[in-house]
């Protein structure tokens, strides 16, 4: 398993975990429980393969789906109940942190693989971090926590700037990318908590 399957691997069961959240506080039905897990775990991903002409990860790979079937069974077997606001609920805040940061890490990794430059490296970072939950939003008819959210896509530019400079220098691997990790969650943890927020015009 290499550094990119890791990354996909946690990013899936992570957000796999906070679509079934936002997909219970909306109050779906099962099939739309689904649905909203699946966008949420594997829309950007689609998004970033499509863009680099690779092979669909979360089609070709029977893997990617059976871990978000796994992570929605578990959810129901437990009967994680809906809370009065789920965004701001630690089990979401956690599982979110973490898919952001991973998919920031693949997609940021799989772009410099395919030879982009700075621009594309960050962009495909962020397509990949907040894709998903993008498409989950737009569905639901809710706003995309992107564009409210404290300091969120601006994690996942951070991300894909880490690994541009780590790839520069030619130090990607294991070590350094986790690093990578643990401070991009430790970034959007602190970002919550203390609310920041980038400068708003108005």
Known sequence: MNIIELAEIIGILSF???????????????????IASFLTALGGGVIRD???SKELYAFENNFASILVIFVVFIGILLKIKNCSCVEKHPLFVIADTLGLVSFAISGALIATEAGFNFFGILLLSLITAVGGGLLRDILINKIPTILVSEFYGTVALVVGLLIYLLNLIDGVNFWTISTVFVLGVILRLIAFYKSWHLPKIL
Not at 19 to 28: C, D, P, Q, R
């Open 16 to 34: 796999s975990l906070s679509g079934f959240l936002i997909a219970i506080e909306s109050k779906l039905d099962l099939l739309g429980i689904f």
């Open 50 to 52: 499509v863009i680099v």
